[in-house]
Every structure is written in C-alpha cells, then in structure tokens.
C-alpha cells in the first residue's frame, strides 16, 4: 500500500472531511490505513482552525469493513505479528472515538463490519435509504472484536445481540432503531442533512464542545486501555482459528464455508 487511500481537505468554515478514498475496493481497510487515519486524527485535534470533521467514503460503498487479503495475511502469521496488526485497527478507532472535534458520518451504499465500527464511533451519522449494514465477521469465522466496544456502547448489548453475531444484513430503518444512525434520508439529500448536522457546531464555542463531547464519553460504558486490550485479545484469537482460515479462504475463492447449510 503505497498511499493511505483517504483524503483530509478543510474549508474557510472549518468543516474538515475525511474522505476513505480507495473506492475500487469498497473502503476496504488495512494496517496502513488504519495507523494513516489515527495519525490524521491527531492533526485534526491539533488544528485550532478546524470545528467538526465528516467521515465519509468516496465511490459506491461507505466501507465495506476490513481488506480480506490484510486479514488472509494475519491467518498465516505469527502471534506477535497478529497483535501488532490488531492493534493498529484497535487504536485507529480509539483515535477517532476520542477524537475532540464532533465527528459526523456521511454514510451511504454499504458498511459492513470495521465499517459499522467506523460509525459507532461518529458523534452523529447520516445515512441514505438504501444503505446496507451487517457485522459479517462471523460469516468469515471472525468475530467483531475491535469494533465491539464502540458498537456496543451505540446500540447497548440487548439490541446489539439482534445484530451482533448472526452475519445478517439490515437496512437502514433497522440501523436507525439500532441508534446506528442518527438521520436516514434520501440519498439525494444527504449532503444537506450532513450540513444540517454541521451548522449547530458553527454558532458553538468550540473549546466548550471538546469538552462536553469529552464528558459524555466519560459518562457512558467503560472504553478504557484493558477493554481495547481485551478486544486486541480476542481478535487475535480468532485469527488463529481454523474457522478464520476456513471462511476467509472459501470468501475470496468465491465458494461456501464448510459450515454452511
């Protein structure tokens, strides 16, 4: 990977969007990718000038979770070598939970597994009609284990259980049920809903709502160092398995897992 396959651009207003821009594969996101975004997160907070960030996807798909060749690579890795790839997924989703701007989700077409851990960590997500979301790990011999803490606290563990381990797909009423999604619009007014969710930050101080964003996230389910660890651990676990092997080879040589009825 030869390029972090997103882009960062601010306006005279102070409106950054950060756009996943590797649009022939979905979004799809690797190792490289994930330490680029957590790197961009840090110069956001960094940037006094910019007010609130939009987290969008540049082609047909939102992001479509993790790149199937990246996670192929951690099957056939040793166990140190799983960990230091898990965590770079770990802390490029804390980097954006904790991000200090708002964070808004500009959301369409689909966004299946690290995607959907892309919008549980949005301060607000807009979403098309249309979109599709899923946590498909399982379908792979995977599990949600990064992205887990993030969902988790968004939709609270009984409605998560609906969603959470199954594989199935769901539509954006259900995404919005499931506190998912904030907004769900026609995909023609997308970018007006997103500017809708934009203007209330511009007429607020912007230290004032660092801070208050800061207090909500201390008020709500535990997302410290031991849970990321322990989502670290679990996911390298799961990529040790001979489920995991099984279901990322049968997915990208387009046949059915064993298990499958």
Known sequence: ????????????????????????????????????????????????????????????????????????????????????????????LAALNTLEKPLIGRVHGAAYGGGVGLMAVCDATVVAEGARFGLTETRLGLIPATIAPYVIARMGEGPARSVFFSGGVFDAGEALRLHLATRVVAAADLDAAVEAEIAPYLAAAPAAVAAAKCLARSLGPRIDASVIEASIDRLVATWETPEAAEGIAAFLERRPASWML
């Open 1 to 92: 990977m030869n390029r972090p396959h997103f882009t960062l651009e601010t306006d005279a207003r102070g409106v950054a969007r950060l756009t996943l821009d590797r649009p022939e594969r979905h979004n799809v996101l690797a190792g490289a990718t994930c330490d680029a975004l957590a790197a961009a997160a840090g110069r956001i907070n960094a940037d006094a000038a910019i007010r609130v960030v939009v987290l969008g996807g540049n082609g047909a798909s939102f992001c479509a979770g993790g790149d199937l060749d990246w996670m192929r690579a951690q099957v056939a890795a040793d166990g140190a070598g799983r960990r230091v790839e898990a965590r770079r997924l770990a802390d490029m």
